[in-house]
């Protein structure tokens, strides 16, 4: 599938601005990070900024953006309907819970209330955005046990890291969140490891044979309908080499996993302000290694269309 | 609506003769021809005179070489909507443009509601649909909606513009929900098959695979030629000189 960058930083970006705004409608909601003005505004303004930019880049995706409001109407049916709707409802909890929690300083009561909705939007809003993968049949990388899962745990990876940095950075942090952070960029790391690994095994039923209807033996295609490359080779036909996705791969585990896991490891021993420099590296990383494991999110993931064209 | 119908009162479809169908692009032609004007109008292209040619079409014919332990042939494979009972193009349609029509199980696109987000063709796994970069909306086969029910047209060319199109007669065009009519006896009879019934879209279009070979073939081989005398006399002396 083409990476398209409109598509690779809005999965990404609204990932992390959720699980930064799940933790601190959580953490914040119930009393667990004071409730600082600075420390809050910027938090708020981080998540809540985070999930607009994404939104914002995934109507640059669109043939017709100015219809992008028709979007919302098909939610019994359509997954990308539903995020649609579930991602501007969860704003209406977010920014209850940002007004009493940095404006007026509260916790608890309505804000602790409005901070678990703005978290269990913030929840939904992530399913639905891995379920628009993970119900498409005709991508078997994506139509699997695994993605839906991904979404979650790196939606709450990318935002527990955040939320370290920022704690780190008002001299807030601790080291609950700290371990948390740590242990979620493990969790991320395996289950990334564990995607892979399942489908490098893969083994596709649907083949040049039953896209046919030719039983049996090989079907080679030996010309295509078209000299040049149409809307379906373009859209669905992108290929990455086998070294590139290796040195990818290689990549992605660097940036986004075991950099962000060696320096919160290293924050634990460290003085503020290395502590906080630290987190903030740890998280600036991990964001940039996540960009390259949703670009190849799409680069790996085949389309049954490309059988048409022979590419197996 | 982009939630599916229980049913439909028909299922208007196709069934493609892959044993009679030569290749000739003579459907592919006239769909673009019909389609450029009709429903879905226009299928644009992107320049069409350069070296980056592009553009929408609803039917492309693909060639292959199927090979078995009886030998190989070669097979050209017309592709187009297949009007699935289970389209998952429509459901996952987030704006209610994508449809599938209640009456007759037609696929549909409202162009005036398609905010172009691609969804539809990355849920369709024949490549049915095709983007349309200029105007900014998705677009499919209409199965010559504005053909078959027109009255305008006489009555024998109310089909498809492929069907009408082909000189081999490999498209048949009929209601495939009912078990008598002539298409869906033509699938009985020829063991039509449905393409990626794995996935569980339940096209509603058939492929008919080729015939098996026949044992009967014509015998073309012609008698031995005679053996050729050697030339006699001097000239013959002088063709066996030059010849060693």
Same mark, same amino acid.
């Given at each position: 599938m083409h990476p398209a960058f409109s598509v690779v930083f809005f999965t990404t970006a609204t990932g992390a601005g959720y699980g930064l705004l799940a933790l601190l409608g959580l953490l914040g909601g119930f009393g667990f990070i004071p409730a600082d003005f600075w420390l809050g505004l910027v938090g708020m303004a981080l998540a809540l900024g985070l999930i607009a930019a994404g939104l914002l880049s995934s109507t640059g995706h669109l043939g017709r953006p100015e219809r992008a409001w028709r979007a919302f109407s098909q939610w019994r049916s359509s997954w990308l309907s539903r995020e649609g709707v579930a991602s501007v409802a969860t704003f209406l909890p977010a920014a209850l819970f940002g007004i009493g929690w940095v404006f007026l300083g509260k916790s608890g009561g309505w804000v602790a209330a409005a901070g678990l909705l703005a978290a269990a939007g913030a929840v939904i809003t992530v399913t639905t955005t891995g379920m628009i993968y993970a119900s498409l049949k005709p991508i078997a990388q994506w139509h699997s046990r695994y993605t839906l899962p991904a979404y979650l745990i790196f939606a709450g990876m990318t935002g527990s890291v955040l939320a370290n940095a920022l704690l780190q950075g008002f001299r807030q942090g601790s080291t609950a969140m700290l371990i948390w952070a740590l242990l979620a960029t493990l969790a991320g790391w395996g289950w990334k490891l564990a995607t892979w690994r399942y489908n490098d095994r893969l083994e596709i039923p649907t083949t040049a044979n039953t896209a046919t209807g030719l039983a049996g033996g090989t079907v080679r295609s030996i010309e295509w309908p078209h000299t040049e490359e149409n809307y379906l080779l373009k859209e669905m036909g992108f290929r990455i080499a086998r070294e590139h996705s290796a040195k990818l791969r290689r990549i992605t585990q660097a940036l986004a996993f075991a950099v962000p896991a060696i320096l919160l490891a290293i924050v634990y021993f460290l003085p503020w302000p290395l502590s906080a420099i630290a987190s903030m590296l740890a998280a600036v990383a991990q964001l940039a290694g996540m960009l390259v494991e949703r670009w190849l999110f799409f680069a790996e993931a085949k389309h049954t269309v490309t059988l048409y064209y022979g590419r197996e | 609506m982009t939630c599916l119908p229980v049913q439909t009162d028909k299922k208007l479809g196709l069934v493609i003769d892959l044993d009679t #169908?030569? %290749? #000739?692009q003579a459907c592919v032609t006239a769909c673009k021809e019909w389609n450029t004007g009709g429903h879905m109008a226009p299928l644009t292209d992107i320049d069409p005179y350069g070296g980056h040619v592009d553009g929408v079409w609803f039917n492309r014919v693909h060639s292959y070489e199927h090979t078995t332990e009886l030998g190989g042939r070669t097979v050209n494979f017309p592709r187009s909507c297949l009007h699935c009972e289970q389209p998952a193009c429509v459901t996952v349609c987030p704006t209610g443009a994508s449809y599938k029509r209640a009456s007759d199980g037609i696929v549909l696109v409202d162009e005036d509601k398609c905010i172009g987000c691609k969804l539809c063709s990355w849920a369709c796994p024949y490549g049915a649909r095709e983007f349309d970069t200029d105007v900014g909306v998705m677009k499919k086969c209409t199965l010559c909606v504005d053909r078959i029910y027109n009255d305008n047209l006489a009555e024998d060319d109310r089909v498809p513009a492929c069907v009408a199109a082909c000189p081999t007669s490999a498209r048949h065009f009929g209601d495939l929900g009912d078990p008598a009519s002539a298409i869906s006896q033509l699938v009985e009879e020829r063991g039509g098959v449905a393409l990626? $019934?794995?996935? %569980?879209?339940? $096209?509603t279009n058939i492929y008919l695979p080729p015939r098996a070979r026949s044992q009967r073939a014509a015998k073309v081989d012609a008698p031995a030629l005679e053996p050729i005398e050697a030339e006699g006399g001097f000239l013959g002396w002088i063709d066996r000189m030059l010849s060693n």
């Open positions: - | #169908c030569v %290749g #000739c990626m $019934p794995e996935l %569980g879209y339940k $096209p």
